[in-house]
C-alpha cells in the first residue's frame, strides 16, 4: 500500500470520449430513430419584411406520404410564447445602468401569423412518413405576402425615418445600458490626447458540425414526452417545454447526448424545436427535425453584429485614463432570452479589459433589424469588448509613435493590484498581465520579428506582428452578481453515487458539448476521492439521471460544475472517513487516507480498502452510529461569490502581399491564463478550436445581407469557414494564476482562443499595411479588401 493516492488534476489525460467519436460510435441526435416516427419539415418566410396575406398548403396535403401541416391556427390556443428567463427590464422596472423597453418586448411565437421579420422566420411545419415527403410537400406550400420596407444594418435601423419592425416601439431601440465610473468628462478635459475610431464587429454564424434537431415521442398512455434534442441546456430545456406546452416537468424527459458542437447556439430555446414537441403530442407519434445546412444558416441565432464609436483620452507616454463612447448590438428581429446578456452583460462591463483606465462612460444599444436573431456566440460579448479596446491601444501607440507592446506595458493592472475593481464595477479575481505578455513575445521572438520588419523581403512582402490581451468573464453567473444583468443565479449541482464495489458514478448538471466534460470531472473527483481514475463514471446530459443544472455556457463548466463536483465527492470523503473510524474501531482524526483505501494512523496493518469500505457501507452487518445513512453518497450545490477572470496574450506574424492583399499568418501563439489548469491537453484542444474561429471571423467568416434582407451567405458556397489548410500552427502556453473564487482555483479556457485570437490578427494585418499608408480596415480582411485599401493608399500618396 502507498501513501498518498495517484493525483489527477494537472495530468494531460487522454480525452475518454474520443475513441467513440473517432470511431464512428458517438451517439448524436441525427443517429436516433424510433419506429413510425415522423418526419419535419419547416416551411420558412422567403421575405425579410412583410405581412402575411395567407398560407396554402392544399397542394402540399395532397404529397404522398404527407400526414399533416401544422399552422399558427393549429397552435393558437394550445401554447405560450417563449418566456423571458433572462432578460432586460420590463417597462417601469429600475435596475442600475439600465433603461426600460419602450413597450413590452414581441413575444416570440412559434410559428409567424400576421407579419414575418427575418428570412428564414417559420411559418407552418409539413409532417410526413419520410424526409422526401417532408420536404416535397414543404415545397408546394404558397405564401402570400404584402412586402414591408427592410432594414439590416443596425446604424441604418436607428436612423431617423427607419422602419420600425415592432408594433409598441417608436424607434428600433429595445434596451439601453449604460456603464459610467469616475469623472469621465474631466478626464477628458485634462488628457492631452483624444483618440476616437468607429469599429466593426461583423456579423458571423456559430457553425457546428451536427446541426440543431429534436426528436420527440409523446406517450398517449402516460402523458409523458422523450425528447432528444441537441442542446447545451438539458433541464433549462425540459423547463421551457414544459412551459410553453403546459405540460408537468415531471412528465417531460429531456436527453441531449453527444452534441457536436454548440459554441452558444444551442444554449436558447428555439420555437421550431417547441413546434416539433408539440407536433408529436398533438398526433401520438415520435416526430423528428434535424436543421438542413442552409437552413441552420438562416434560422440558428447568429454571433457578434456589433458597431462601436468608441474614444479615448490619453497622456504623451501612451497612458490611457478614460474611455467613452456609444457600442450598437444587432439583435436582429427578436430579442431571444440570451441575447441581451452578450452585450449588456460582457461587452459593456469589459470594455477596460487588462487596463487600469479610471473612467468610463459607454452606453450600448440593442437594436432590431430585419436579420435572423443574435445571441452567444463562443465568447459572447468577451470578443466584441476585446477587439475593441486591443485595436483602440494599437492605435493610440500608433498616434504617438509608440511600440503597442510598451503602451499595454504602461496600462496594465498590476499583479499586485489584484484583486481590482473596474470602473464598470467588475471585480477581477486574479492575474499576471505582464507576465503572460512577457511569454507571448519571447515565444514569438518579437524583437527579431521587428528586425525582419524594419530590414523588409525580398519579395516585397510585408511583415506584421500584433499582440491582443484580453480578460474574459467566466463562471456565469453568480446570485450575488446576477441582478447586475438581469439573469437569475445559476449554481451548479453534483452527485456522487458510490456502488457496492467501490466503483463511483458523478452526475452533474451541467453538460457537455465536445469540452471533454468526461474526462476532466473525473479527474476532479478521482483527486478528491483518491481512486483510480479508470473508476470514476460521469453521466450528465438526461434529466432523469442528473440532478438540475444550468448547462454549459459562459465558461462556468470546470469554475461552477467542477466545484460542485469537488464539494460532493468531499462530502463522500467525510462520510468514508466516518465509517472508517466506526469499522476499524478508531477515533475519526486517527484515520487517514492512503491509496485505495483507508487506515488507522500508525498501524500499517490496521486498515480497510475502499471497495470493502462501499460495500460494507451499503451492507451493513452492525446497526450503523445515530444520524448515520446506509451508503456513501453525496449530492452537494455551488453558488460562486463571484465570477471568475481567464486571461492571457495572443501574439501572431502575417507576411501580406502587397500586389493580391493576400495575408499567411505565419506564427501564433496564445498565452493563456485559466487558474489551475485541470487537464493541459483538453485546454490546448480548447485554445486551437477557439483560435480557428477567432482567426476566421477576421480573415474570412462573415454573414451578409441584401438591403432587402436577403441573406447572400447561406451555403458553404458563400461563407467561407477556414480549414485545416487556411488555419497556421497554433502554439500554446500558459501562466497561471488560480483563483480564490472555487476551491480548485479553476477559470476557464473553452472561450480564450476566440477572444484573443481575433484582435492580434488584426493587430498584426495592419502592422503591415500601415508600412505603406492603410490606416484602417473592418474585419473580415480579405485579400480584395485589403489590395483596395493598399491600392488606394498608393494613390493618395
Not at 25 to 32: S, T
Not at 455 to 482: C, F, H, K, N, Q
Not at 689 to 714: K, W
Not at 751 to 777: C, F, K, W, Y
Amino acid at each position: 500500500m502507498t501513501q498518498e493516492p495517484e493525483r489527477y488534476i494537472g495530468k494531460a489525460v487522454r480525452r475518454r470520449e474520443d475513441p467513440r467519436f473517432l470511431t464512428g460510435r458517438g451517439g448524436f441526435l441525427d443517429d436516433r430513430n424510433l419506429p413510425d416516427q415522423l418526419y419535419a419539415h419547416f416551411v420558412r418566410s422567403s421575405q425579410a419584411h412583410a405581412k402575411v396575406l395567407g398560407v396554402d398548403v392544399e397542394a402540399a396535403l395532397a404529397v404522398p406520404g404527407v400526414v399533416r401541416i401544422l399552422t399558427p391556427a393549429d397552435l393558437a390556443d394550445s401554447v405560450r410564447p417563449i418566456p423571458w428567463i433572462r432578460r432586460p427590464p420590463e417597462p417601469g422596472a429600475e435596475l442600475p445602468g439600465q433603461s426600460a423597453p419602450p413597450a413590452p418586448l414581441p413575444p416570440l411565437k412559434l410559428l409567424a401569423d400576421d407579419v414575418v421579420r427575418w428570412v428564414g422566420e417559420p411559418l407552418a411545419v409539413v409532417l410526413a412518413e419520410s424526409p422526401a415527403a417532408a420536404a416535397d410537400g414543404a415545397e408546394l406550400v404558397t405564401v402570400s405576402y404584402d412586402p414591408l420596407p427592410a432594414v439590416c444594418l443596425v446604424e441604418d435601423a436607428v436612423a431617423e425615418g427607419a422602419p420600425v419592425l415592432h408594433e409598441g416601439f417608436h424607434d428600433n431601440s429595445v434596451f439601453r445600458t449604460s456603464y459610467t465610473g469616475g469623472d469621465t468628462e474631466a478626464a477628458f478635459d485634462a488628457a492631452p490626447h483624444r483618440l476616437r475610431r468607429r469599429m466593426v464587429n461583423h456579423r458571423v454564424a456559430p457553425f457546428v458540425m451536427e446541426p440543431r434537431g429534436v426528436l420527440a415521442s409523446y406517450d398517449i398512455h402516460q402523458e409523458t414526452v422523450d425528447i432528444w434534442i441537441s442542446t447545451q441546456r438539458p433541464h433549462h430545456s425540459r423547463l421551457m417545454f414544459g412551459y410553453v406546452l403546459d405540460l408537468p416537468e415531471h412528465k417531460i424527459r429531456v436527453n441531449a447526448g453527444d452534441v457536436g458542437g454548440a459554441f452558444g447556439a444551442k444554449e436558447p430555446m428555439y420555437p421550431d424545436e417547441v413546434v416539433v414537441v408539440f407536433a408529436s403530442r398533438l398526433l401520438g407519434r415520435p416526430v423528428k427535425w434535424v436543421e438542413e445546412r442552409t437552413e441552420h444558416f438562416l434560422a440558428t441565432t447568429h454571433g457578434r453584429d456589433q458597431v462601436a464609436d468608441l474614444e479615448v483620452a490619453f497622456d504623451d507616454d501612451g497612458v490611457i485614463t478614460a474611455m467613452r463612447g456609444r457600442a450598437l448590438g444587432n439583435m436582429g428581429a427578436y430579442l431571444y432570452p440570451n441575447s441581451y446578456g452578450t452585450i449588456s452583460g460582457r461587452t459593456g462591463p469589459l470594455l477596460p479589459q487588462s487596463y487600469r483606465m479610471s473612467s468610463i462612460d459607454v452606453e450600448v444599444v440593442g437594436v432590431f433589424t430585419n436579420t435572423t436573431p443574435t445571441g452567444p456566440y463562443r465568447g459572447a460579448g468577451r470578443p466584441e469588448a476585446t477587439y475593441y479596446t486591443e485595436r483602440l491601444i494599437d492605435e493610440v501607440a500608433a498616434e504617438l509613435g509608440l511600440d503597442p507592446v510598451e503602451v499595454r506595458r504602461r496600462n496594465y493592472v498590476p499583479v499586485e493590484a489584484m484583486p481590482w475593481r473596474t470602473p464598470t464595477g467588475l471585480a477581477y479575481d486574479s492575474g499576471d498581465y505582464e507576465k503572460a505578455l512577457d511569454l507571448a513575445l519571447n515565444e514569438i521572438s518579437y524583437e527579431t520579428v521587428r528586425t525582419l520588419q524594419r530590414a523588409g523581403t525580398d519579395d516585397g512582402r510585408l511583415i506584421g506582428v500584433g499582440v491582443a490581451s484580453y480578460v474574459e468573464i467566466g463562471g456565469v453567473t453568480p446570485s450575488a452578481m446576477a441582478p447586475m444583468e438581469g439573469s437569475p443565479g445559476l449554481w451548479e449541482s453534483a452527485h456522487v453515487k458510490v456502488h457496492p464495489t467501490g466503483k463511483v458514478a458523478v452526475s452533474l448538471g451541467t453538460c457537455g458539448h465536445g469540452q471533454g466534460h468526461e474526462t476532466t470531472f473525473a479527474q476532479i473527483a478521482a483527486d478528491a476521492l483518491g481512486l483510480p481514475y479508470d473508476d470514476i463514471a460521469i453521466i450528465y446530459g438526461d434529466t432523469e439521471t442528473s440532478p438540475f443544472g444550468f448547462g454549459t455556457f459562459g465558461s462556468r463548466s470546470a469554475a461552477v460544475g467542477g466545484t460542485a463536483v469537488l464539494m460532493a465527492c468531499n462530502k463522500v470523503v467525510e462520510k468514508a472517513r466516518r465509517r472508517a473510524a466506526y469499522l476499524l474501531e478508531a477515533a475519526e482524526d486517527e484515520i487517514e487516507r492512503i491509496s485505495g483505501g483507508y487506515r488507522v494512523k500508525g498501524m500499517p496493518s490496521t486498515w480497510i480498502s475502499w471497495a470493502e469500505l462501499a460495500t460494507r457501507a451499503l451492507m451493513l452487518t452492525k446497526p450503523l452510529p445515530d444520524g448515520e445513512d446506509p451508503g456513501l453518497d453525496a449530492m452537494a450545490y455551488f453558488d460562486p461569490p463571484n465570477y471568475t477572470f481567464s486571461s492571457g496574450t495572443h501574439a501572431c506574424v502575417v507576411e501580406v502581399d502587397p500586389d493580391t492583399g493576400k495575408i499567411d499568418v505565419t506564427d501564433f501563439v496564445a498565452v493563456d491564463d485559466c487558474g489551475t489548469v485541470i487537464n493541459p491537453l483538453v485546454a490546448e484542444g480548447q485554445v486551437h478550436g477557439g483560435v480557428a474561429q477567432g482567426l476566421a471571423q477576421a480573415l474570412y467568416e462573415r454573414i451578409v445581407y441584401a438591403p432587402d434582407g436577403q441573406p447572400m451567405t447561406s451555403s458553404l458556397m458563400d461563407y467561407a469557414v477556414p480549414t485545416a489548410r487556411q488555419t497556421p500552427t497554433i502554439r500554446t502556453a500558459s501562466v497561471a494564476s488560480p483563483t480564490p473564487v472555487n476551491p480548485i482555483g479553476a477559470k476557464g479556457i473553452g472561450e480564450s482562443g476566440a477572444i484573443g485570437s481575433t484582435p492580434a490578427v488584426v493587430n498584426a494585418v495592419m502592422d503591415a499595411v500601415r508600412q505603406v499608408g492603410v490606416t484602417h480596415l473592418d474585419m473580415p480582411l480579405t485579400p480584395e479588401r485589403v489590395w483596395a485599401a493598399i491600392e488606394s493608399a498608393r494613390q493618395t500618396a
